[in-house]
């Protein structure tokens, strides 16, 4: 029997093939010590946009587009901590140049475990994947985004991902466009959850160990064949 793996849910078939639906998975990490840290207190609201071949559909521009909106009207108490390399990296070093916002704005290329963990322990929210509509995608799975969750940090993203329920407040999504991030709304989006849910970290930790981690996601392909498994070895009876 032929079959298909894909990671969204609403297709039963591709091209007459039977399909079992999972998303990626992610081994939570709040056993590290990072996690228990307090965050140091700062005037500035620390933005982190993390991916290993920075691209143009992670929409990172239309979050440095908003901030440049941002400072017309409001002090410069932003600052976006980008980790990753490859060449949409130039084009948003140039973008930032071009907007007069380059110090705002921390490029660190790649970062591995500790020093990509300090830097997230410092950040207030994240940047999840906003340019899937660039490639004509329309359902997220990203690995950053599990990332966030693992380490209780909120972030925006603007494809809907089966793993991250609309109604729960860990996460916003935004529209997927072209459009400039609203930097002011995702500030106050910020507060408020800090006002509602002040125990929001621990929250989304045990979230992530609950729901995210792979023998959650991947339960459906194992029960599909532990069944196929045990139909095969009765057939031979």
């Known amino acids: 029997m032929l079959i298909k793996l894909f990671v969204a849910q609403t297709f039963l078939s591709i091209y007459g093939i039977d399909v079992i639906s999972f998303s990626n998975g992610f081994e939570p990490m709040a056993t590290l010590p990072t996690h228990n840290l307090p965050k140091p207190k700062s005037p500035i609201v620390n933005i982190l946009a993390i991916a290993s071949n920075i691209s143009d559909w992670h929409g990172f521009d239309r979050v440095i587009l908003g901030m440049a909106d941002y400072i017309k009207k409001k002090d410069s108490n932003i600052c976006l901590h980008i980790i990753g390399d490859g060449t949409e990296k130039n084009n948003l070093e140039k973008l930032a140049n071009t907007l007069q916002i380059s110090s705002l704005i921390k490029f660190y290329g790649y970062k591995y475990e500790t020093e990509l963990l300090e830097i997230a322990q410092t950040c207030d929210f994240a940047i999840g994947t906003l340019g899937m509509h660039r490639k004509g995608v329309n359902f997220d799975s990203s690995l950053k985004s599990r990332f966030y969750a693992s380490l209780g940090?909120?972030?925006?993203?603007?494809?809907?991902?089966?793993?991250?329920?609309?109604?729960?407040?860990?996460?916003?999504?935004?529209?997927?466009?072209d459009n400039s991030i609203e930097i002011e709304q995702i500030i106050d989006y910020y507060n408020n959850l800090k006002v509602s849910n002040p125990n929001y970290?621990?929250?989304?930790?045990?979230?992530?160990?609950?729901?995210?981690?792979?023998?959650?996601?991947?339960?459906?392909?194992?029960?599909?064949?532990?069944?196929?498994?045990?139909?095969?070895?009765?057939?031979?009876?």
Request: glycine share 2%; charged share 25%.
């Open 153 to 177: 940090l909120p972030f925006i993203l603007s494809t809907k991902d089966i793993c991250f329920d609309n109604n729960l407040p860990y996460w916003k999504y935004v529209e997927g466009n």
């Open 201 to 237: 970290k621990d929250e989304m930790i045990a979230y992530c160990k609950q729901n995210l981690a792979w023998e959650h996601t991947f339960k459906n392909p194992i029960a599909f064949f532990k069944t196929e498994n045990r139909a095969s070895s009765l057939s031979h009876l």
